[in-house]
């Protein structure tokens, strides 16, 4: 039977598996685990390797991901992939430390736990070789995850730990599955006090590969903690597409302000060419940030996305000042008939650019080379 699944997501990790999976045979002794890959169909070959090496040995097994990306979901997956009792998750790169997985086992397996996260924050635990900056954000970042988990994790960031498969029964549901953060996701959607241990270790430096930590983590980050307070109310599309169009505003008033006070250009001319430059940059945000997922990329589709933004957005502008005015005249304050236009075609921009500017594209299956095809029986008996 089978104690312990471990579950690693990997995106081009190929020149980490083998040692890897040496350390986990060296300190998992004859403890019956298995190993479950998800991967996001890496370049270099990772998912290959891995089938070639499950071939013989039966612990190990891949679970490859077509047209998607994603650390957290990938955990997912890979979580409910298994039935094993107990099940860890960490990262491919051999930064986190293995050794003290039969130490984080034991603790779950002894004590009424949830959750034993390896931490770096506690006594005996370090960021290891870790830039300042990366120590800053991660200290950010752990201050804004107060907001969504109330829990007293040293190291809520953290990608490394083992869980109760009854625990992940409990809140799979209700997970985001958005970005990096798998465990804090997990916390998060808990209904109840989650019961967690920690032990600490020292994050090690990556040998092989590169991390693939960018910008956009910071933003999946963002969507995460939205969607986990606000989630039940609005997608955490709304709130970035929202967001973006507060920035917009900002610009918009600048421009205006330049070219009326200091270019002393009339109020049409000025105003026109501020809202224009407004929508211009936030179609481009919306389009880098809150729809990263199916970009619009080349000449055509940018125009005839900015085209369909424009269009959706004067239509919001037009129902903004109907619905504003009709309600200022039935005698509410200025202010919040101006708010109640705001909202209305926020609300209006949102819905239609989705569907319009951004609808899901249909995904092309024959931009992929073909693989080799599969020996027919003929071969299977002549090679016998
Ligand atoms: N399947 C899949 N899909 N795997 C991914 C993806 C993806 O989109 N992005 C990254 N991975 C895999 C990597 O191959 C690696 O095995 C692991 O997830 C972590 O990615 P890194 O790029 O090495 O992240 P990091 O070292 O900067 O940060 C990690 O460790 C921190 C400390 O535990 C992450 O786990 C952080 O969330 C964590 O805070
Ligand atoms: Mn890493």
């Not at 612990?59 to 997912?76: E, K, P």
């Not at 830039?131 to 007293?152: E, P, Q």
């Not at 600048?254 to 940059?281: C, G, N, R």
Request: charged residues 20%; neutral net charge.
């Amino acid at each position: 039977m089978v104690d312990l699944a471990i579950i690693i997501p990997t995106f081009n990790e190929r020149e980490n598996i083998r040692p890897l999976l040496a350390s986990l045979d060296a300190v998992l002794g004859d403890l019956e685990y298995e190993v479950i890959f998800v991967d996001d169909d890496s370049t270099d070959g990772t998912a290959a390797l891995i089938r070639e090496l499950s071939l013989t040995n039966l612990r190990v097994r891949v679970l490859q991901r077509i047209g998607r990306r994603g650390l957290a979901s990938a955990c997912v997956e890979g979580m409910l992939s298994t039935a094993a009792p107990c099940i860890a998750v960490m990262d491919a790169d051999l930064q986190h430390d293995e050794s003290i997985l039969p130490e984080m086992l034991a603790k779950l397996c002894s004590e009424p736990l949830d959750l034993v996260v390896a931490t770096r924050n506690a006594a005996g635990g370090s960021m290891g070789e870790f830039s300042a900056l990366r120590i800053r954000l991660s200290d950010i970042g752990k201050r804004l995850s107060n907001g969504i988990c109330h829990c007293s994790l040293s190291d809520p960031m953290s990608g490394f730990f083992i869980l109760d498969r009854r625990f992940l029964e409990e809140v799979v549901h209700l997970l985001s599955g958005i970005g990096f953060k798998i465990l804090l996701d997990l916390v998060a959607s808990s209904r109840r006090p989650v019961r967690i241990a920690e032990v600490p270790y020292r994050f090690r430096e990556r040998v092989h590969g590169e991390s693939k930590l960018d910008t956009l983590v910071g933003i999946e980050y963002l969507q995460l903690l939205l969607d986990k307070k606000f989630g039940d109310f609005a997608p955490p599309q709304f709130f970035l597409f929202s967001m973006v169009g507060g920035a917009g505003a900002l610009v918009h008033l600048s421009v205006l302000f330049v070219l009326l006070k200091l270019d002393q250009q009339s109020f049409l001319v000025s105003q026109t060419i501020a809202t224009y430059i407004a929508m211009t940059m936030n179609f481009f945000l919306n389009n880098m940030v809150t729809y990263r997922d199916r970009r619009l990329r080349g000449a055509a589709a940018l125009i005839w996305g900015l085209l369909s933004f424009y269009l959706a957005c004067s239509i919001g502008a037009f129902i903004n000042i109907r619905v504003a005015n009709f309600i200022w005249n039935g005698g509410v304050s200025w202010y919040l008939a101006g708010a109640v236009g705001v909202v209305v075609s926020s609300v209006w921009n949102y819905a239609v650019t989705a569907m319009l500017t951004w609808r899901r594209a249909r995904r092309n299956l024959t931009a992929r080379p073909r693989p080799a095809p599969l020996p027919t029986g003929s071969d299977l008996s002549s090679a016998r």
